[in-house]
């Protein structure tokens, strides 16, 4: 008979799990949003220590990066103006470069015995020759430039430090 | 009616197979019976007799029943039919499988006819419509589960 057996079929439902579970749902609502809403505060702060630990990890990357940029941009055309101008001139035979330096290196070079120092045009100039490569260390508004040179004549060199002094 | 918990008690079973019947899903069926249970506990209206309140909980299952689909989360859910016939031998789940795919109006008449007994005025005057419709319910949920099941069981009215 069906009625008999769809009575048994819903007999062989257990309700007594389901009644303990509806009691403490409808007994204790707030205890349930509390629950979900202390669930989600603590996900939102999780999110929030995770980003800003990863934010401090890569943020000395970026303003290491961020430094080189604004260096590169600063030095660039500065240094090849200068090797541009003196290119122009027809004097340019030597491997030349010139790059920008910290005051730290500067000080050493200062104190350093190798160096040998002059002033053109009102600046001291830090000198070293060896083997046909010269090495020139020089301030100008507040920056330090390197000049190095492979082969460099005695004309090109004055004329070089005299166009970077300009 | 005082002691709305003992009513609790004593009608949660009947709930909860109606409800799993709408759903047939138990978590569905759970979620359908704390709202119905709570809706009760919160109800400030004055039942008149326990007949008044197995009445009152039966429309507000099968209405709380037809909410639960109707959130969209709901709508995009398939119910897992086979986890309430995993305890059933095999001829019950067989019927019970059955009564599940017909359609919800259906359903209700069957579930409170074969499993509540009620009689048709019984569930007309609960889900409040015509005796003929009740009826008519019936006679079409029987003639779907006949075709299905294949004539192997009799329909004792």
């Known amino acids: ?166 | 009616v005082n002691g709305k918990e003992e009513m609790i008690k004593k009608y949660f079973d009947m709930v909860y197979k109606l409800a799993l019947s709408q759903t047939g899903d138990f978590h569905h069926g759970e979620d359908v019976c704390g709202d119905v249970f709570l809706k009760f506990l919160q109800a400030k209206k004055k039942f008149e007799s326990e007949e008044h309140v197995k009445a009152w909980l039966i429309r507000v299952t099968i209405n709380s029943a037809k909410g639960i689909f109707s959130t969209s989360w709901h709508k995009k859910t398939v119910p897992l039919e086979e986890d309430i016939m995993a305890e059933m031998p095999q001829e019950e789940s067989e019927v019970y499988e059955e009564v599940l795919r017909l359609p919800k109006k259906y359903r209700a008449v069957i579930h409170l006819f074969y499993y509540e007994d009620m009689s048709i005025a019984e569930i007309s005057r609960v889900l409040n419509i015509n005796s003929s419709t009740v009826r008519s319910q019936l006679h079409r949920g029987r003639e779907i589960l006949k075709k299905k099941l294949k004539g192997e069981y009799d329909f004792v009215q």
Not at chain 1, 59 to 84: Q, T, W
Not at chain 1, 140 to 160: F, H, M, R, Y
Request: hydrophobic share 35%.
């Open chain 1, 1 to 166: 008979l069906f009625s008999k057996l769809y009575k048994n079929a819903n007999k062989c439902i257990d309700s007594s799990g389901a009644y303990e579970r509806v009691k403490e749902k409808i007994t204790n609502p707030h205890r349930n949003s509390m629950s979900r809403t202390i669930i989600s505060v603590a996900a939102c702060f999780t999110v929030v220590v995770i980003g800003f630990s990863a934010y401090q990890i890569i943020k000395p990357g970026v303003d290491e990066d961020i430094a080189l940029v604004n260096e590169n941009m600063r030095k660039a055309p500065d240094d090849s103006h200068i090797l541009a101008d003196y290119a122009q001139e027809g004097s340019l035979s030597a491997d030349i470069s010139i790059t920008e330096e910290s005051m730290e290196s500067y000080s050493k070079i200062e104190s350093d015995p190798m160096y040998s120092k002059r002033t053109v045009k009102n600046i001291e100039i830090y000198e070293k020759e060896e083997n046909n490569q010269y090495e020139c260390w020089l301030k100008k508004e507040g920056t330090v430039k390197k000049i190095v040179a492979t082969d460099i004549s005695p004309e090109e060199k004055e004329n070089l430090i005299r166009s970077i002094l300009q």
